[in-house]
């Protein structure tokens, strides 16, 4: 499956964007979906994960209650909603596919496709 990450820009503090993650083929559907981010300087890191049905979502805690992971399979395309952004979510973020498993994945290794990025700059 290949993937586009769109939606990034800047933003004040406060303020909300919504990124999307366009996804090519047919299986869509069968890939459990997550959101990375990485700030300059900083290692990747996990922000949030939904499975392939939608049906269960996990953040990571410096998100929770402001940033909101949803997909639409019949449009074969994942969203992350944020809201409240503050200067500290500035990253580029990413989207990543891994093949649908019973188990939470939040480790950038245990995804097997990803997007190119797309930069989020919050401004204070």
């Known amino acids: 499956v290949q993937l586009q990450a769109s939606g990034g820009g800047l933003v004040q503090a406060g303020g909300s964007l919504r990124l999307s993650c366009a996804a090519s083929?047919?299986?869509?559907?069968?890939?459990?979906m997550g959101w990375f981010r990485q700030a300059p300087g900083k290692e990747r890191e996990f922000v949030a994960s939904i499975t392939w049905n939608g049906l269960s979502t996990y953040y990571v805690d410096s998100v929770k209650g402001r940033f909101t992971i949803s997909r639409d399979n019949a449009k074969n395309t994942m969203y992350l909603q944020m809201n409240s952004l503050k200067p500290e979510d500035t990253a580029v973020y990413y989207c990543?596919?891994?093949?649908?498993?019973?188990?939470?994945?939040?480790?950038?290794?245990?995804?097997?496709?990803w997007g190119q990025g797309t930069l989020v700059t919050v401004s204070s």
């Open positions: 083929g047919r299986t869509f559907s069968s890939y459990d």
């Open positions: 990543a596919a891994a093949r649908s498993a019973p188990y939470r994945r939040i480790k950038s290794y245990e995804y097997d496709y």
